[in-house]
């Protein structure tokens, strides 16, 4: 049985940005899950010398004395990435990757923007032409299509089980499979074609994807190829959600109180767009806290 859990809040993020709003919205005594990976965060292998206040101090320190103060406001701390989200009745519903489901009054995104390529031939020529980086966003043009996913963490996996839906076939490619027993368990139950221990060096195809070469030499013929390394991003949760994002459609587009086009949901730090500087992060999340916690409260 899957657990389930009822909060006000829900952060997405447990860098500054994140770590900011589940203080402020801690402090203003609603209930509030904080969830992602730390060693995830962009701070994590940092050292931080230009915030104010603070002299040479590694990102490390700070994303732990972060969580510390977070929780010792009360807010509560799951780390792993969310696969899914959905709204219904004034809620947001959200799977984690272990499978656990949460409800929430109202949510902080504060992921992060990092978009990692492959950096092997094919990926930039083919880009849009069977080439993507969000299987929520494109996996409609590939119906009925062999399909492959790159990548060994939560959004590669969850990639995967949204493409069997819809596709002939799916190859998932990665070195290793690092995600949680409960999500290595459905994807092993499910019809996805796991290739382990083994990593592209080629994207084949002239004027669009024919396949996928790997390091052990064979081949995957495939008319789609979804790169998906690490947790889901700004693009995969906007879309579900009718999040509107910036007119680049890089970033969430937000107001001066961090408030998103959908009520209920805020947004902070780099997901906002430029500057990449924590003190920006950091203020946005403490707006957007105190914003996600006072909606909450107005939700019976």
Request: hydrophobic content about 45%; aromatic content about 4%.
């Amino acid at each position: 049985m899957q657990e389930q859990k009822k909060v006000d809040v829900v952060i997405l993020g447990i860098g500054p940005a994140g770590l900011q709003a589940a203080i402020h919205a801690a402090r203003k005594k609603v209930s509030v899950l904080l969830m992602g990976r730390t060693a995830k965060s962009s701070l994590f292998h940092a050292h931080v010398e230009n915030f104010c206040c603070l002299f040479k101090v590694s990102g490390e320190e700070m994303l732990q004395t972060g969580k510390e103060q977070a929780l010792n406001f009360g807010a509560e701390l799951l780390e792993e990435d969310v696969l899914k989200i959905v709204s219904a009745e004034n809620r947001f519903e959200i799977r984690s990757e272990s499978g656990y489901l949460l409800t929430a009054k109202s949510m902080v995104i504060a992921t992060g923007t990092t978009r990692n390529k492959l950096g092997i031939p094919g990926e930039e020529k083919l880009l849009g032409r069977g080439v993507s980086y969000c299987v929520e966003c494109d996996a409609n043009f590939f119906k009925g299509e062999d399909v492959c996913v790159v990548g060994g963490a939560s959004a590669a996996a969850g990639g995967a089980l949204t493409l069997v839906h819809s596709s002939k076939s799916v190859h998932l490619v990665c070195r290793s499979l690092e995600v949680t027993a409960a999500l290595k368990k459905e994807l092993k139950e499910s019809q996805v074609i796991i290739h382990e221990a083994v990593w592209p060096v080629e994207i084949i195809g002239k004027e669009k994807v024919e396949g996928l070469k790997l390091d052990d030499g064979s081949v995957i013929s495939a008319g789609g190829i979804f790169i998906e390394l690490g947790a889901k991003g700004v693009m995969e949760l906007a879309t579900g959600l009718g999040i509107q994002l910036d007119e680049e459609m890089r970033y969430i587009a937000t107001n001066k109180a961090q408030e998103t086009n959908v009520p209920g949901i805020f947004a902070a730090g780099d997901v906002c767009g430029p500057p990449w500087q924590m003190a920006k992060a950091v203020g946005e999340g403490c707006v957007a806290g105190i914003g996600a916690a006072t909606y909450a409260r107005k939700i019976a």
